[in-house]
């Protein structure tokens, strides 16, 4: 008995053996692969899927069941990275990459961050794996889609609405990334780091809390070093706008005259517009 087994496993080892490995084969997909990205702020966010067609089916509560986990696509499971941690629709996120499921109903889709990311379709979909879900409600689209798309739409400084589309239908959710804070964080280390002829650096990081109303003693600071470096067009006017802010607008008037003198004594001339109209709005 012992010298059958050892035969048949001889013989399965020689099989074995004899057969060529299959190579990497790669074909056109019918459902082909997509990815998007967009930066939102200071992060990168970005889908990876794969776009199925309607080809005359039926798709949501055919093709598509309802009431069932999705994948939210074709082939593989699609998945979205965020770069740093984010908020979707309401609740913080990790940075990291997850699979992007979703629950199609009639009148409301349940959507899904799930950790397990890397898995074909939802057949090893583990619901104790999710992060998240939340509900979203379907729209009918303006336009038929061929092609499912996943796509960034409203973007803002510190968010954007992901979109899916398909045949007529659409669903959306929110991210938000936070901006302000990891800006601070690289004008900081940008400033520090800077050349000591370098205006632009400390300037650039003032005009940002400018621009946003944030952090402005700090920004003050760094206003004055690129003034004590150079007076230019654009740290003067800067100059300028801080005081008109801060209710010294005669004071604001005559630095903006200033900046633009500064401009017209340049050899590159600078567009003095915007100087102009800060000086006519101010002086109403």
């Known amino acids: 008995m012992r010298t059958i087994s050892r035969t048949i496993a001889l013989f399965a080892v020689i099989a074995a053996l004899a057969t060529p490995a299959l190579a990497d084969l ?7 692969k997509a990815t998007v990205s967009q930066t939102v702020g200071l992060t990168d966010i970005s889908i990876a899927y794969c776009r199925p ?47 992007l499921f979703t629950i199609p109903g009639l009148k409301e889709w349940t959507v899904i961050l ?25 729209r009918v689209a303006a336009a038929a889609t061929e092609w499912m798309e996943l796509r960034f739409e409203s973007l803002g400084k510190d968010s954007t609405e992901v979109v899916l589309a398909w045949e007529k239908l659409e669903v959306s959710f929110t991210v938000k990334v936070e901006v302000i804070e990891k800006a601070l964080v690289g004008a900081r280390k ?18 940002f809390c400018l621009d946003n109303n944030v952090n402005l003693d700090e920004a003050q600071k760094w206003l004055t070093a690129s003034l004590q470096i150079k007076q230019t067009y654009s740290n003067v006017l800067g100059k300028a706008r801080l005081a008109a802010l801060t209710n010294h607008t005669v004071a604001a008037i005559g630095m903006a005259k200033e900046a633009i003198s500064i401009a017209q004594k340049a050899d590159l001339k600078a567009d003095v517009s915007e100087a102009n109209k800060l000086i006519a709005e101010w002086q109403k």
């Open 190 to 207: 940008a400033v520090a780091e800077a050349k000591p002829d370098d205006w632009r650096t400390p300037y650039r990081a003032f005009i």
């Open 53 to 99: 067609g309607v080809k005359g089916r039926v798709i949501w509560g055919g093709l598509v069941p309802y009431d069932q986990v999705w994948r939210t696509g074709a082939n593989e499971a699609t998945t979205i990275t965020f770069a740093d941690p984010v908020t979707v629709n309401g609740t913080p996120v990790p940075a990291g990459t997850y699979g």
């Open 114 to 138: 799930n950790k397990g990311a890397k898995q074909w379709g939802a057949y090893e979909y583990k619901q104790a794996e999710d992060l998240l879900r939340f509900q979203v409600t379907p």
């Open 26 to 32: 790669d074909l056109p997909r019918v459902s082909p």
